[in-house]
């Protein structure tokens, strides 16, 4: 479990971490932390400040807060303009030198108050706190999160012509691929898959389940890091929900496995499919809440051109095992402790500590209420007349958000307000522009 240690603590680390990251040729850290729009910010200080920002933190406004998608601010009731500082404070714990950015090492950043207290609108501090909520019932949650991108050449086209899946894609890009792997690897990262995915110019990489903060973190890691490769090899990089008009998206999906005393509660149990109840439960407690947590797992109006059917982005609220048109599919996995659920809905626009602190939290309420998964289903949820469809645009998910009760209250006011107040904006600003225009304007910002 991640400890929130005291500046003095903090400072004691970063001088243990600094002798070694001289001899690593490292010059500065970077401390990255992800709004509510789901861009990633950053600031970075010289090696010989490091000890200092450990302790103290750095500088950060708040007003990033209510950042949106294009760098425009809107405003929240908690929201302070131009007024007032928080501190962001790397977590050492963390701390990575970057393989493909020689002489710069990484740490994800906490905000705290000036006052040195948790800021309430901190996102990673809201995961870890429903992360602690989850573990004083006895329960250990193991996640990891799939990342998809679109690398393109300096034109900005796909730079791919292999077919998805195609070894053609995969030679084509070798090298690149090598160092991307060589680079995650070397960063730590237990890389479980990787290989060329289905829309023009899509790859996909998926590492090791781990717990929901540290998940988050990685996703987080793993993009700077694919950046970075791509940039040396000439190429850029794209997150965005939707690249190419019609074709599929960058999905984000979110895979979590619930387990108590060293048991995989998805495995071996009475439910269907081998879930344990309270697995079941939680799962059916994140159901319930999907819509409203779509606002956190797809954050932009570019997110409802990617969740659409036949797109493999699971657009409709229901469960299946290996479906993947169910926004929940069910894996089970080749062997006990693999079985998992995968939320297929999220994208990776998504501010990864804000979707799994929301479907941690949807899951707990799922374990008071102890009620079944509703029934499975097992066919394309587009030909039965049953099927619901999740949010169809961000403003449809932001209502839901903002009738959640249990959101509210989980996220605590500030964050929840933020977050709606940055979702309500978005909506507002590509009011009226058509698909193409939204993908254009928001291709390159994630
Ligand atoms: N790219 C698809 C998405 O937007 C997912 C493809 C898959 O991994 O099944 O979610
Ligand atoms: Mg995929």
């Known amino acids: 479990m991640i400890i929130t240690r005291s500046g003095a603590d ?9 002798a070694q990251l001289a001899i690593d040729g490292i010059d500065g850290v970077v401390f990255g932390w992800v709004d509510n729009s789901g861009l990633t910010r950053v600031k970075s200080v010289p090696l010989s400040q490091l000890v200092h920002a450990a302790e103290f933190g750095v500088g950060a406004p708040p ?3 209510v950042a949106l998608v294009d760098d425009s601010f809107t405003s929240a009731p908690s929201s302070t303009g131009a007024v007032g500082d928080l501190r962001l404070v790397p977590d050492l714990d963390r701390l990575t030198p970057l393989v493909a950015q020689p002489g710069w090492a990484w740490a994800p ?20 706190r429903a992360t602690e909520a989850v573990a004083r019932r006895g329960l250990t949650l193991r996640a990891g999160i799939e990342v998809e991108w679109v690398v393109a050449d300096a034109t900005g086209d796909p730079a791919t012509t292999g077919p998805g899946y195609g070894m053609t894609r995969f030679i084509e890009h070798s090298d690149y691929l090598r160092d991307v792997l060589r680079a995650l690897t070397g960063q730590g990262l237990t890389v479980a898959q990787l290989h060329p995915e289905y829309a023009a110019g899509q790859f996909e990489v998926s590492v090791a389940a ?16 694919i950046r970075a490769v791509s940039a040396r090899h000439g190429l850029r990089v794209s997150y965005a929900p939707v690249f190419t008009e019609g074709a599929l998206g960058n999905g984000g999906h979110l895979h979590l496995s619930l387990w108590r005393e060293g048991r995989n509660l998805g495995h071996g149990g009475p439910g269907p499919h081998g879930l344990h109840a309270e697995a079941e439960h939680f799962l059916s407690g994140a159901l319930a809440q999907l819509p409203a947590l779509l606002a956190l797992g797809a954050p932009g109006v570019a997110s409802y051109l990617r969740l659409v059917p036949a797109h493999f982005a699971g657009a409709y609220r229901c469960w299946g095992l290996e479906n993947r048109e169910a926004a929940l599919r069910l894996v089970t996995g080749s062997a006990a402790g693999q079985a998992n659920a995968e939320f297929k809905c999220f994208d990776a626009a998504a501010n990864p500590y804000l979707s799994v602190g929301g479907v941690l939290a949807a899951g707990l309420a799922g374990l008071d209420a102890g009620l079944p998964l509703p029934p499975e289903t097992r066919d394309d949820p587009a030909a039965a007349a049953s099927a619901e469809r999740l949010p169809v645009s961000l403003s449809e998910a932001a209502d839901a958000f903002e009738k959640s009760a249990l959101l509210r209250q989980a996220l605590g006011r500030e964050l929840y307000e933020a977050v709606l107040a940055v979702r309500r904006a978005e909506a507002d600003l590509f009011a009226g522009r058509s698909d193409a225009e939204v993908i254009e304007a928001t291709r390159w910002r994630y």
Not at 213 to 224: F, K, Q, S, Y
């Open 63 to 65: 007003c990033f807060d």
């Open 109 to 128: 950043a906490d905000r705290y108050t000036q006052d040195g207290a948790p800021h309430p609108g901190c996102q990673r501090g809201f995961a870890r």
């Open 210 to 225: 781990e717990g929901p903060v540290e998940a988050a973190d990685t996703t987080m890691l793993i993009r700077h890091t």
């Open 10 to 18: 903090r400072a004691a680390q970063a001088r243990a971490a600094e």
